[in-house]
């Protein structure tokens, strides 16, 4: 059974920005799935089991943004 959560990123302009936040967000061990809506900045996140919010916001830093 997989779980889903929102996380709020700040910084994202483009198409770029949501890549690289989408393209790190996904290399955490058991995302399955990372859509991200620019004009919000909310990342919904697709997982195995429950993710420690350490985890995405250390990817989300990686690629030079803020988890709100």
């Known amino acids: ?3 889903t ?3 709020t990123v700040t910084g ?8 690289s936040v989408t393209e ?4 955490i061990p058991g995302v399955s799935d990372v859509q991200v ?3 919000t900045g909310v990342v919904t996140v697709t997982s195995e ?5 350490s985890q995405v916001r250390d990817a989300v830093t990686e690629a030079g ?4």
């Open 24 to 27: 790190e967000v996904s290399e």
């Open 49 to 53: 089991q429950p993710l420690e919010e």
């Open 37 to 39: 809506a620019l004009e």
């Open 65 to 68: 943004y803020q988890l709100v």
């Open 1 to 3: 059974m997989s779980t």
């Open 5 to 7: 959560a929102n996380y």
């Open 12 to 19: 994202m302009t483009c198409g770029h920005c949501a890549a």
